[in-house]
T-cell receptor, first 110, second 112 residues
């Protein structure tokens, strides 16, 4: 079945760039997402990319998609302490079926 | 305010006692979905719905039921809860798959 994998932890210094990586297996996925979860809260959609795109930039966030390798990455420029959270990669089909990775815990040190 | 509302936020129940977790959205979204979140397992989709009266199984549907009689509501029913259903549950909705899901605040369920 579908599978989405992410590394579990990432630690960076404030002001550095963070890169969170994700691989997925379902080649029929049409949409790929990055969500952020802060402690005790639900998930917040950060950004998304369609499977026919290679890159998407939104302020400090850059999403890169390598469809051949089924690899997705999220780059956060000028990482701040407020960016500390769990980041989930997810894929969706047109029918609404979704698969999430296990999440990457980002820790930003001052 | 556009939102997905789940109730209750916290629930402790006993094995075998039927319960319903309600979910309602006020954004006229077509798609709705239920997930459970467990440590080390990320989010797993339980059921999802593309529209009224259309529901499909996700990755972990066993022990759960849903219904979609109206567009705004998508309740999650546990007919006979068991301790392995202790988890954090999230409801989410979306206008279309391309928009990504808007999540509720979560329901923390404990089955003893």
């Amino acid at each position: 079945g579908e599978d989405v994998e992410q590394s579990l932890f990432l630690s960076v210094r404030e002001g550095d760039s963070s890169v969170i990586n994700c691989t997925y297996t379902d080649s029929s996925s049409t949409y790929l997402y990055w969500y952020k979860q802060e402690p005790g809260a639900g998930l917040q959609l950060l950004t998304y990319i369609f499977s026919n795109m290679d890159m998407k930039q939104d302020q400090r966030l850059t999403v890169l998609l390598n469809k051949k390798d089924k690899h997705l990455s999220l780059r956060i420029a000028d990482t701040q302490t407020g960016d500390s959270a769990i980041y989930f990669c997810a894929e969706n089909t047109n029918a609404g079926k979704s698969t999430f990775g296990d999440g990457t815990t980002l820790t930003v040190k001052p | 305010e556009a939102q997905v509302t789940q109730n209750p936020r916290y629930l402790i129940t006993v094995t075998g006692k039927k319960l319903t977790v309600t979910c309602s959205q006020n954004m006229n979204h077509e798609y709705m979905s239920w997930y459970r979140q467990d440590p080390g397992l990320g989010l797993r989709q339980i059921y999802y719905s593309m529209n009224v009266e259309v529901t499909d199984k996700g990755d972990v549907p066993e022990g759960y039921k849903v219904s979609r009689k109206e567009k705004r509501n998508f309740p999650l029913i546990l007919e006979s809860p068991s301790p392995n259903q202790t988890s954090l549950y999230f409801c989410a909705s979306s206008f279309s798959p391309g928009d990504g899901y808007t999540f509720g605040s979560g329901t923390r369920l404990t089955v003893v």
